[in-house]
């Protein structure tokens, strides 16, 4: 039985969203997703980590998995206790290199303002930002699991 | 993505008037920078007060930009909320920008 079977704990807000591949579906779903969590005075209305995560989760599905390509589906879960999001994206693109996750170590900072990074941030962020995470490749999709406390 | 722009002393600022710089406005962002950056030659400091939230991508546009700026004018940054200033933080990009608490506190 997976964390997403289990019964939701008290006060928790359950969502199941699917969206289109593109960046600007995702900025909807995390403006929608943050006004009803408002909207039903849950703590994570106020809170930032778990939009930063899942930003960064399902925009790198819509750049890699779906390689920019709209018309795609993004299946989300998403439980919001109020001290925890639980989070299963499914997507349906190429699976990760290697079948696993990427390090997801900082960009290193360059001595002038011509080396300085700008990009290679978000798999750092996901990962210093997550309790759990977890990647798996079945039956043709990509499944992400991973929780961020709501702080 | 709209940025206004206005001068205190030398100093350009460019008021970024949206709520958020995310993977779907990142590339208007970083073409309106270069435009509002072409002309004039002191500093420029981005006043980020209205962002409420900004991903890897927005981040990585504001670091282009800096990399863009014409030669000899530097970009600060003032005003960042929360949730932007955990990013910069946790990404170590507030070493390399000069960041300020406000508008006011860039200018004095």
Partial sequence: MNK????????????????????TAVSVLLCDLRNELQAA??????SDT?????AEAINNVVEHAYMEHAGHPVALK?????????????????????????EGTAPEIGETAEDQPEGGFGWHLI????????????????????????? | ???????????????????????????????????????????VVLDLSEVEFIDSSGLG?????????????????AGLLPAVDKVFRMTRMDRIFTLHASVEDACS
């Fill in chain 2, 1 to 43: 993505m709209q940025l206004t722009q206005r001068q205190i002393e030398l100093r350009d600022i460019i008021k970024v008037e949206a709520q958020r710089i995310d993977a779907a406005v990142a590339v208007q962002f970083k073409d309106a920078m270069r435009t509002a950056v072409a002309e004039g030659t002191g500093p």
């Fill in chain 1, 50 to 54: 778990w939009e930063i995560v899942l």
């Fill in chain 1, 41 to 46: 005075n849950h703590r994570a209305g106020s």
């Fill in chain 1, 4 to 23: 997403w079977d289990q019964n939701d704990p008290p006060g928790a807000l359950r969502f199941e969203r699917r969206i289109d591949s593109t960046s």
């Fill in chain 1, 78 to 102: 998403l439980v919001f206790s109020p001290v925890l999001l639980t989070a299963e994206m499914t997507d349906w693109g190429l699976p990760m290199p290697n079948l696993t996750l990427p």
């Fill in chain 1, 127 to 151: 990962k210093a930002l997550t309790e759990q995470l977890e990647y798996k490749r079945q039956d043709s999709t990509n499944k992400l699991l991973f929780s961020v406390k709501i702080d």
């Fill in chain 2, 61 to 77: 546009a504001i670091v282009a930009s800096m990399k863009a700026m014409p030669e000899g004018r530097v970009l600060e940054l």
